[in-house]
């Protein structure tokens, strides 16, 4: 069975730093690109960042690009999103999801697999 569990989230002042990782179990984490989303309480899901399975190229959107970075450890099938920087408008709960495609093409229905979540609070 295919499974995601994110972790690292957790309570950070504005300007720090948090790792995020989404660990997998049932499948190899390699053969799928794998995203990162967030919510924030009353706003929708948004995609900010992918990374493919097929050559490691990785996608961020334009709200964390030069912040957040995302990066896959084969050896440990797991997946990290390093978030420097980070803002108060940064606050919501963070998901990684697997795409069993071997490209990042957006972040639409094509990742079906979910994680539970991981809380992320920027606050002083």
């Known amino acids: 069975q295919l499974q995601l569990v994110?972790?690292?989230?957790g309570l950070?002042?504005?300007?720090?730093?948090?790792?995020?990782?989404?660990?997998?179990?049932?499948f190899t984490l390699d053969a799928y690109s794998i995203g990162w989303f967030?919510?924030?309480?009353?706003?929708e899901r948004e995609g900010i960042s992918c990374?493919?399975?097929r050559?490691?190229?990785t996608y961020s959107a334009d709200s964390v690009k030069g912040r957040f970075t995302i990066s896959r450890d084969?050896?440990?099938?797991?997946?990290?999103?390093?978030?420097?920087s980070l803002k108060p408008k940064s606050t919501a709960v963070y998901y990684c999801a697997a795409d069993?495609?071997?490209?990042?093409?957006?972040?639409?229905a094509t990742f079906d697999s979910w994680g539970q979540g991981t809380q992320v609070t920027v606050s002083t």
């Open 6 to 9: 994110e972790s690292g989230g």
């Open 12 to 26: 950070v002042q504005p300007g720090g730093s948090l790792r995020l990782s989404c660990a997998a179990s049932g």
């Open 38 to 43: 967030r919510q924030a309480p009353g706003k």
């Open 51 to 53: 990374i493919s399975s």
């Open 55 to 57: 050559d490691g190229n």
């Open 74 to 84: 084969n050896a440990k099938n797991t997946v990290y999103l390093q978030m420097n």
């Open 100 to 108: 069993p495609h071997n490209y990042c093409s957006g972040y639409g």
